[in-house]
Each structure stands twice: as structure tokens, then as C-alpha cells.
T-cell receptor, first 112, second 117 residues
Framework: DAGVIQSPRHEVTEMGQEVTLRCKPI?????LFWYRQTMMRGLELLIY????????DSGMPEDRFSAKMPNASFSTLKIQPSEPRDSAVYFC??????????FGPGTRLLVL | AQKVTQAQTEISVVEKEDVTLDCVYE???????LFWYKQPPSGELVFLIR??????QNEISGRYSWNFQKSTSSFNFTITASQVVDSAVYFC??????????????FGKGTKLTVNP
């Protein structure tokens, strides 16, 4: 079975540019989570969805960040405009209604 | 509030040594899950184990074993006869089991394990 798929795996962009990260959860999973990992702050939950509906976005740093889940098999995390402090590894994870979160390989974002 | 503490920031051992990674948690939930994840140098987060709070049986999987003690709110992870490939950051995590509450997975800050040849 395919795991959580994320794209791109690496992204280098310049400050001010729009960045879109993509995630395909494991088929049948009804929860999807976006995390950010940095050396300073560790793993932070940004937002999570249940049945495509955003449930808790209290971890989204600011209005520059937005996330959507238009259907059960696709989600995006967008940063507009990007800033150097957004440089991090962004993980997507999915799980069933009660169960284990499985993580994607992550997207390494570098904003210059 | 839920909290996971991994007091050991870094551990360094020589291959074939046994090593235990400590995890202490705090929660007011009566039922909850505990997890361990491994993050090797390649960066992905790999699920290792999930434990339900009502199941205090220790678990063994090959060289890996887990000791869950509700009385001390601990869920420790032991690697027997460590190998270089075990070098990674290991995260302990906690989540509630009941719907209606927070679905968040609370992570500890991780323990970096280095196994030297």
C-alpha cells in the first residue's frame, strides 16, 4: 500500500514568492495533519482536517499560511508571501478515526 | 494539558550496547495512546509502536522492547545490542483515544541516539 505522499520533496524559493506544498493521504484515512519541524521549535502541528473539514488551525503561524483539503485524497499548504523564517521541513500525516498517524517523507523548504 | 518529556537530549553508545530511551508523560485523560517514532538521518518519521493506556503489557519486537508503567507515567524504549543503523532521533508521543477531545498528537522533543561502530 502506498504511504502518505508529499510533493515536492525539496523546494528552494526566494523571499516573497508563493509556495505550495502538496499531500496525498493514505487511502481511507479520514484525518489529515500538517506539521512543521525546525531545530528551534521541534515538531509543531499547524492544522488538521477531519473528513476534509479543517478542525483546528490554531497552530498556523499567521495569515500568510493557508491550508485546504478539496477532497479526501488531496491537501495543500500554501505560504504567501514566503519569508526566510518559514524555512523548515513540512510533514503531512494521516490516520483513521482512531489510530496511528503515518507521516509522509516531508518537504524541505528553504526560503532565501 | 498534555505533556511528553524526553529528558535525554542525546545519547551515544558503542555498537552492541543496550540503550534505554526514557519517556515520561502527563495527561488528564483516562484513556490515551502512547507512541514511539524514529527519525533517521534521512529525515522521514517512522512509526514504531502504539500502546493503549489500558494495556500495560510490555512489548518486544526483535531487538526493540517497550516498558509501559502507568504508575510512573513512563513509556520507556530499550534497544538491545544496538547497531549503527539504530542511529536516529526517537520521539515519544501521546494522544487521547476518545473522539470529541483534542485529536492532537503531542510529541516530546526527541532523543538523538548515536551508535558508534
Amino acid at each position: 500500500d502506498a504511504g502518505v505522499i508529499q510533493s515536492p520533496r525539496h523546494e528552494v524559493t526566494e523571499m516573497g514568492q508563493e509556495v505550495t506544498l502538496r499531500c496525498k493521504p493514505i487511502s481511507g484515512h479520514d484525518y489529515l495533519f500538517w506539521y512543521r519541524q525546525t531545530m528551534m521549535r521541534g515538531l509543531e502541528l499547524l492544522i488538521y482536517f477531519n473528513n476534509n473539514v479543517p478542525i483546528d488551525d490554531s497552530g498556523m503561524p499567521e495569515d500568510r499560511f493557508s491550508a485546504k483539503m478539496p477532497n479526501a485524497s488531496f491537501s495543500t499548504l500554501k505560504i504567501q508571501p514566503s519569508e526566510p523564517r518559514d524555512s523548515a521541513v513540512y510533514f503531512c500525516a494521516s490516520r483513521l478515526w482512531t489510530g496511528t498517524q503515518y507521516f509522509g517523507p516531508g518537504t524541505r523548504l528553504l526560503v532565501l | 494539558a498534555q505533556k511528553v518529556t524526553q529528558a535525554q537530549t542525546e545519547i551515544s553508545v558503542v555498537e552492541k550496547e543496550d540503550v534505554t530511551l526514557d519517556c515520561v508523560y502527563e495527561t488528564r485523560d483516562t484513556t490515551y495512546y502512547l507512541f514511539w517514532y524514529k527519525q533517521p538521518p534521512s529525515g522521514e518519521l517512522v512509526f514504531l509502536i502504539r500502546r493503549n493506556s489500558f494495556d500495560e503489557q510490555n512489548e518486544i519486537s526483535g531487538r526493540y522492547s517497550w516498558n509501559f508503567q502507568k504508575s510512573t507515567s513512563s513509556f520507556n524504549f530499550t534497544i538491545t545490542a544496538s547497531q549503527v543503523v539504530d542511529s536516529a532521533v526517537y520521539f515519544c508521543a501521546l494522544s487521547p483515544t476518545t473522539q470529541g477531545g483534542s485529536e492532537k498528537l503531542v510529541f516530546g522533543k526527541g532523543t538523538k541516539l548515536t551508535v558508534n561502530p
